[in-house]
Every structure is written in C-alpha cells, then in structure tokens.
C-alpha cells in the first residue's frame, strides 16, 4: 500500500477528506462536477508546492478506485424549491393533513396541479446513421415554440377527471377540433393571453369542473383538494365557493409540491416524456409541419393515456405519503434537505503538532521529504505530522475556492445591470421652475442648458456685428467691426467691401 501511495498526487488521507466533502456537497444539494473536483484537487496540489498538471483522467479514476463514488446525471432544481423541502416543512404538512383532515375519504380526496409543455418541444436521442464520425445526424424536430398549460386533477382512489386545457390566445377556433375528437369531447378548452391559469379560469375549473365530478355519493360527505398556494386558489370567491359546497383546501408548503405532490410525482412526468415522443412520430410524418393545436390536442391525448393509467397515479399518492397517510415516506424522499438548524457542522481537522527543526517543513509533502531514510518509529512520527499538515492544506484550499467564488459574485453584483446613460434633464426642470415662481416668460430649451450670468451694463457693450462706415477719398467703403470682450478689450477688424 505504500509503494501505491507513493505513486499518487494526492496522500490517502486527502482522498479520504475529499470523499466526505463530495459526499456532504451531494447531501446539500451541490454535487461537485468532475471539473469542480480536479480544480479542488489542483488548489490542494498548489497549496502544497506541487504545480505539476493533474493527469486528464485522474478524476475518472479517482472515482473508480472508491466504490462510495460514481458519476451520475446531475438533476438541476430550482434553489429555493431545492431548500424549501425540508422535515420542517413535511412534518408541518402532515400535521395538518393528518389531525384536519384525515377524516376525509380517498375517494372525496384530489390533488389538482397546473403543468405545462412548450407545444414544439421533441427529445434528443440515440440513433442509427452513417459511421462516417464526421457526419452529424440531425433530427427534423417541429418548429412551435408556443406555451399551452393543462389542469389536472386525480384522486387517491385512482381516478382522473377531467382535464382542463389552456390554450395561448384571445378566442376558441372552431377549426381546432375534429370530428374525430369525439372520444375527448368532454376535456374543458378555455384561451388566456400568455397561456396560463388566472383568477378567472381557476374559479370556472372549479365550479365547471371539479364540483360536477367529484360529486359525493353521500350528499353530507366532505370533499378535500390537495394543492399549492397560488394566489387563483386563495382568491375570497374561490373560498367562498368551497365552503358553500363543503371542500377543503389543504396547501402544500412553499416550494415543497415536487416533493409532497402526487401528480409531480410520476404522473406527470410519464406525460410529457410520452407527449415529446408523440412530436417526433409527428415530425417523421409532417416533414417538421409546426405543431397546431389540432395536433396537439391529438398528441396530448395520446400521452394522457400513458400517464393517467390507475397504476400510476395510485404509486404517486403512495410516494409522497399522501395515501395511505405516512409522513416518513415522504421524510424518506431522495431529495428532502436537512433542516437548517441541524445542518451538519463544518468537519473539524487535527492541528498538526509543531515540528522542531532548523529547515522547517512548510508543506505536508517536504514532511514525508524528511522522514526518508529515517529509523521506523521516527517515519511514524513525521507520517502522523504530515497527515495533520495535509487536513489542514485541504481545509485551506476548500476555503480559498469558497472565498474565489464569493468575491467573483460580490463583483457581479456591484457591477449590476446595464442601464442607459440619459442626459440630465435638472437644469431644465430648475430654469422653468425659477420663471414660473417669478412670473417671467418661460427660457428657451438652449438657454436654460447653458447658464448665463453677465451685466446689464457690459451686455450693452459686447455687441456682434455693430457698423461704422466711413467715407474714404477713393470711395472704398470701410467697415469696421467693433466687438469687445468680458475683459473689454477691443477686437477691430476691417473688410474692403
């Protein structure tokens, strides 16, 4: 193992710091990328006197050699969603769904969540061509950009209802729906300007949608809608017109629905994914023809189909807890966060005790230098030291690239936005300010910019242009062009006219 060691960039106990670091950024939702592990691994080398290049696949191996480590695809989330979904706010949730509501039947309990999907929006895949390496395959995709939302809203029994389809747009065309659409003639089709949900189509999904098909058999049953705080659902007549009908509302906490939501939870995920590859048979057939809403009505209920299924949507009220009720399946869910008062401590590294000597080591690399050709007991000794100097190298350089990275923002935010320089209009705003208070008649644009201050009595000297003509023997026409300064020095000039 020691010939090994004595082979790699970095000692074990380095490596050893370096997987609890991975480890805890994972858990803090800050995976290190196999770039921002090499430049760790760099500082930690640099900070030690080493300025040799890491080797280009160093961190490949690194993670192979350590079976705690792999490489997976990183899933990017919002940081506020990211940090809002904690045991806090879980345990804060059931409390309420559990002691409020638990009382409330599965099948008079709905989840309802607004999703949406950019109308032209294929997949990339693997696929078969040439293997010339320079030839790239291209895939023709449809060329909409157009953004259409959906309301969705399922039981813990399993059963959908109705869709609700928001279309981008000021009125319903005619020409949008076909004859063979008879199988989904009952889905709820209403226009918004930019494609989402307001006050308004919220309150119509209510009353036209939700309360026809959640009816209870029993008429004294209460009703319980499972969904997030947006403000079309907090709205005083969306309030009102659930208690008249005896339905709850249970919020999801804040930035917590991809956590607790069942429909985020599969359901959704199993629609878009079908929906996009609903596009590409569409762009095999149409030769790249953009996506219309009568094609996308048809794709759109073609996935509905994969994703509506009683399988699914039954595993995603089970995921997240919400039935049966068990808050620790949802305290068990991969990407619930620490609480930020129990957050693990920074790791606390060993001092490095003092080393007598004249030629004192200053890195944890000239330690094991000295301990070379040295009697076994007296290597273990300055093997125990170089172990204390390498924590604190590695402690030292994670600093230093938190710090880099914190003065490169500090930077970008004194920096702020672009803003247009405009001229400044106050000298304007004071000269019609001043005419007015003293009744005068309001200044020219160009006088007012430039400001004026000379005395009656030298204005009425400095005079541009003044003639004098004198008559001379030959007749010439002399004249003269008297003109003074501030200081009123005379500046004559003559013209032969």
């Not at 629905?257 to 095999?284: M, T, W």
């Not at 030629?359 to 009697?375: F, I, L």
């Not at 914190?406 to 304007?428: F, S």
Request: charged share 30%.
């Amino acid at each position: 193992n020691e010939r090994i060691q004595a082979h790699q960039r970095i000692p074990k106990s380095q490596e050893e710091t370096l997987i609890r670091w991975v480890l805890r950024q994972e858990s803090l939702g800050y995976a290190p990328s196999h770039s921002q592990l090499r430049a760790c691994v760099e500082a930690i080398l640099k900070q030690q006197g080493d300025n040799k290049p890491l080797g280009k696949h160093w961190t490949t191996r690194f993670v192979k050699r350590h079976l705690e480590l792999s490489t997976k695809l990183g899933k990017r989330q919002e940081a506020a969603r990211f940090d809002g979904f904690t045991p806090k706010a879980v345990n804060w949730y059931f409390d309420i769904r559990e002691n409020e509501y638990g009382w409330i039947k599965p099948e008079n309990t709905v989840n309802v969540d607004e999703g949406g999907i950019m109308v032209g929006f294929g997949l990339d895949s693997l696929v078969i061509g040439s293997s010339d390496p320079k030839k790239k395959a291209m895939l023709k995709g449809v060329q909409s950009r157009t953004w259409t939302s959906f309301i969705e809203a399922v039981t813990a029994t399993g059963r959908s209802l109705k869709p609700g389809i928001i279309f981008k747009g000021k009125e319903l065309q005619k020409q949008w729906f076909l004859n063979e659409f008879e199988l989904i003639a009952d889905w709820h089709y209403i226009t918004s300007p930019n494609g989402w949900t307001d006050n308004h189509i919220a309150l119509e999904w209510l009353k036209d949608v939700y309360l026809p098909q959640t009816e209870p058999r029993d008429a004294s049953d209460a009703r319980l809608i499972i969904l997030d705080g947006h403000g079309s659902h907090a709205q005083d007549e969306w309030m009102a017109t659930c208690f008249l009908n005896n339905v709850y509302c249970c919020y999801l906490p804040a930035h917590c629905s991809h956590g607790l939501q069942p429909l985020d939870n599969g359901i959704f995920n199993v629609i878009k994914g079908a929906y996009r590859k609903e596009l590409q048979k569409l762009a095999s057939l149409t030769d790249s023809a953009p996506v219309d809403k009568v094609n996308f009505i048809r794709a759109y209920a073609k996935a509905r189909e994969a994703g509506m299924r009683k399988k699914i949507i039954l595993s995603g009220w089970r995921f997240t807890g919400n039935w049966p009720i068990n808050r620790y399946k949802a305290l068990a869910h991969p990407e619930i966060q620490p609480d930020k008062e129990k957050l693990l401590e920074e790791f606390k590294t060993p001092s490095p005790p003092q080393l007598h000597s004249d030629d004192t080591p200053k890195t944890s690399r000239q330690v094991r230098e000295m301990a070379k050709h040295r009697s076994r007991p007296t290597r273990q000794k300055y093997r125990k030291i170089a172990k204390g100097l390498e924590a604190l190298e590695m402690k030292v350089a994670v600093q230093n690239a938190r710090i880099t990275g914190l003065e490169e923002r500090m930077a970008q935010l004194r920096r702020g936005k672009k803003r247009k320089a405009v001229p400044n209009p106050n000298r304007r705003f004071m000269a019609l300010a001043e005419s007015l208070a003293s009744g005068e008649a309001l200044p020219d644009s160009k006088e007012a910019e430039i400001e004026v201050d000379v005395d009656e009595e030298v204005e009425s000297v400095i005079e541009v242009g003044v003639g004098l003509e004198d008559e001379r023997d030959d007749s010439t026409v002399v004249t003269k062009h008297c003109q003074r300064t501030r200081s009123g020095r005379e500046v004559k000039k003559s013209r032969r006219e």
